[in-house]
């Protein structure tokens, strides 16, 4: 069984930044075509679907009946997955993998299926999330970002040494990566392996201080430890740092477990 922490940390670490792939990487891969107007409306309609996707996708619906292509396809699912709808948003990425043409590189295949399968875990549909990303993986199997995505998933089935299996094997690729170390030193705290979770989470600190979910996370383990100083010092950085975001709002709901009185 997963407690309550470990939901608050899933919830506070966000998924969406990687849910974008990068649009240089889809530009490359349609350069081809030599249309930089549609990579020009592509990347406009993106931003869009990120700040107002209500009218991201009616643009793309748009799009899609004179010629956009994967392009507008692209834009809708993620206008889709902003505005909540992850089933559809899901359904659409898979299609959308399926329709790429056979001269795609696999990784861009594999990037869409990766964003369908985070759309599947924000769906609550786990095991619709590992098989995709598996599919994912089959396609690029080194790639980090696809495989701490399934060790989100993992760990959210309760699976957390599986879990780390997947980000041992990120962290041959991307050594030292804070956000990979985050999640790996959640898993141990999963396993009550405090020490070895304090050591991942004292070194993505170091690479950088500030970063939220190792400090919401490093909290835990104090609080866990009977560290409660210690635990109430990160999550008091949190709340000074990120007032106003979903995170510090997580940091003041394990504060009160401290019977700390934060000011709102």
Same mark, same amino acid.
């Given at each position: 069984?997963?407690?309550?922490?470990?939901?608050?940390?899933?919830?506070?670490?966000?998924?969406?930044?990687?849910?974008?792939?990068?649009?240089?990487?889809?530009?490359?891969?349609?350069?081809?075509?030599?249309?930089?107007? &549609?990579?020009?409306?592509?990347? $406009?309609?993106?931003?869009?679907?990120?700040?107002?996707?209500?009218?991201?996708?009616?643009?793309?619906?748009?799009?899609?009946?004179?010629?956009?292509?994967? !392009?507008?396809?692209?834009?809708?699912?993620?206008?889709?997955?902003?505005?909540?709808?992850?089933?559809?948003?899901?359904?659409?990425? $898979?299609?959308?993998?399926?329709?790429?043409?056979?001269?795609?590189?696999?990784?861009?295949?594999?990037?869409?299926?990766? &964003?369908?399968?985070?759309?599947?875990?924000?769906?609550?549909?786990?095991?619709?999330?590992?098989?995709?990303?598996?599919?994912?993986?089959?396609?690029?199997?080194?790639?980090?970002?696809?495989?701490?995505?399934?060790?989100?998933?993992?760990?959210?089935?309760?699976?957390?040494?599986?879990?780390?299996?997947?980000?041992?094997?990120?962290?041959?690729?991307?050594?030292?990566?804070?956000?990979? %170390?985050?999640?790996?030193?959640?898993?141990?705290?999963? $396993?009550?392996?405090?020490?070895?979770?304090?050591?991942?989470?004292?070194?993505?600190?170091?690479?950088?201080?500030?970063?939220?979910?190792?400090?919401?996370? !490093?909290?835990?383990?104090? !609080?866990?430890?009977?560290?409660?100083?210690?635990? !109430?010092?990160?999550? %008091?950085?949190?709340?000074?740092?990120?007032?106003?975001?979903?995170?510090?709002?997580?940091?003041? $709901?394990?504060?009160?477990? %401290?019977?700390?009185?934060?000011?709102?």
């Amino acid at each position: 069984m997963q407690s309550t922490d470990d939901k608050m940390t899933r919830l506070a670490i966000s998924l969406t930044a990687a849910f974008i792939i990068t649009l240089a990487t889809l530009s490359s891969a349609w350069a081809k075509t030599g249309d930089f107007l &549609q990579d020009r409306e592509y990347q $406009q309609c993106m931003q869009l679907a990120r700040t107002k996707p209500e009218d991201a996708f009616e643009s793309a619906l748009n799009w899609q009946d004179v010629g956009g292509g994967i !392009r507008a396809k692209h834009c809708a699912a993620t206008a889709l997955f902003s505005l909540g709808h992850f089933p559809e948003a899901a359904n659409r990425l $898979q299609a959308l993998a399926e329709e790429m043409p056979d001269d795609t590189p696999p990784g861009i295949v594999a990037n869409i299926l990766g &964003q369908a399968g985070i759309a599947w875990q924000r769906a609550d549909d786990l095991t619709q999330a590992y098989a995709v990303q598996s599919a994912a993986l089959k396609l690029s199997p080194k790639n980090p970002d696809i495989l701490t995505d399934r060790a989100i998933t993992l760990m959210d089935s309760g699976k957390p040494w599986e879990a780390i299996d997947d980000l041992n094997a990120a962290l041959e690729v991307a050594p030292d990566t804070p956000n990979i %170390l985050v999640f790996r030193g959640s898993a141990y705290r999963m $396993q009550e392996a405090y020490d070895l979770a304090l050591a991942d989470l004292n070194r993505a600190l170091k690479f950088d201080p500030d970063e939220p979910d190792g400090l919401l996370e !490093r909290g835990i383990v104090f !609080r866990l430890t009977g560290q409660n100083d210690k635990a !109430r010092a990160d999550w %008091l950085k949190v709340i000074e740092l990120y007032d106003g975001m979903p995170i510090a709002e997580t940091a003041r $709901q394990n504060l009160e477990k %401290l019977d700390v009185k934060v000011v709102k």
